[in-house]
């Protein structure tokens, strides 16, 4: 029995597929499947449905992910508590790049102020930081959330959650940019805008395709430049390559030339407020994370 073969399980949960479960544990899909197929011979029953897509866990499969929560806490908290006091105060965040540079430290400064704890971070992108939470690897998952993009289902029954702050993405350009002749957002079908767009795989990828079918305006605009990644689309932005859609967050915290907000319009049409979220699982019951939960809850 090797217990990470509950921690590969979690991911597969998180991620739907095969393919980006084996990317996130590092190994190839062929290792990966045989490491689930494993487990499920060592549980005794299917886990996985893999007759259908995608794919879905099987009822015991069901039952079996609420006790893989659990025994994933319970490894955690047995490994903090094996003498190492230090490592029991210890609570660790997952959450992007940008929140983790602009936002924690004041925060973690307001939510720790009462107890002796410390922290380490988790840094990745939306994907990541659940896989790495839903995986036992964090005790607190921080993270975006829009109504009709929710980014990954956490079940209710199985996790808290708490709103902690909001932000808005929006359409941002570098000076340099916005004032080069023939500029004009949101363009025009001769002369189109330079667009630094996000991965299909971005969460933020549909956040702005949801602005863009919303708006009552049309975007004229030819894709130069794609990264998943805000902070990359920052960079090119800020070397004025092209439009961004950022979040405040990552348009303010880059070292390097300022970028300006491009949605002038009452309505602010171009933008979406979305908020900065919180989670805790139900089953992490060590005293340290319900302590910085409450005073998160307070903060809130």
Not at 66 to 85: P, V
Not at 158 to 182: H, M, Q, W
Not at 218 to 233: Q, R
Request: proline share 4%.
């Amino acid at each position: 029995m090797d217990t990470g073969w509950f921690y590969d399980f979690l991911a597969l949960i998180e991620t739907g597929n095969f393919t980006q479960a084996a990317s996130f544990r590092n190994c190839s899909q062929a290792a990966f499947s045989r490491r689930i197929q494993n487990l499920e011979n060592w549980a005794g029953a299917k886990l996985i449905d893999r007759s259908v897509y995608p794919m879905q866990l099987t009822r015991a499969g069901e039952k079996f992910h609420q006790s893989t929560l659990r025994l994933t806490s319970q490894l955690e908290d047995a490994r903090a508590e094996l003498g190492l006091h230090q490592a029991s105060h210890n609570i660790k965040v997952a959450l992007t790049y940008a929140l983790g540079t602009e936002k924690l430290p004041s925060w973690w400064k307001q939510w720790s102020s009462r107890d002796e704890i410390s922290c380490s971070t988790l840094i990745g992108n939306i994907l990541e930081t659940t896989s790495a939470f839903t995986s036992g690897l964090a005790d607190i998952l921080i993270s975006y959330s829009h109504p009709l993009y929710p980014g990954f289902r956490l079940e209710e029954g199985l996790y808290e959650k708490i709103v902690i702050g909001t932000d808005t993405l929006a359409p941002y350009g570098s000076k340099e940019l916005v004032n080069s002749s023939g500029f004009e957002f949101p363009g025009t079908p001769d002369q189109p805008i330079p667009l630094l767009n996000y991965s299909i795989q971005s969460y933020f990828s549909k956040v702005v395709q949801h602005i863009l079918d919303s708006s009552e305006a049309e975007l004229h605009s030819k894709i130069v430049f794609e990264s998943e990644m805000s902070s990359i689309l920052a960079k090119a932005a800020q070397q004025g390559l092209g439009v961004a859609w950022l979040t405040g967050t990552s348009a303010l915290h880059d070292i390097g030339p300022a970028l300006r907000p491009l949605d002038a319009t009452a309505a602010q049409i171009w933008s979406q407020d979305l908020d900065i979220v919180a989670y805790r699982a139900h089953a992490n019951r060590r005293k340290h994370v319900l302590r910085l939960w409450a005073a998160m809850r307070e903060a809130g």
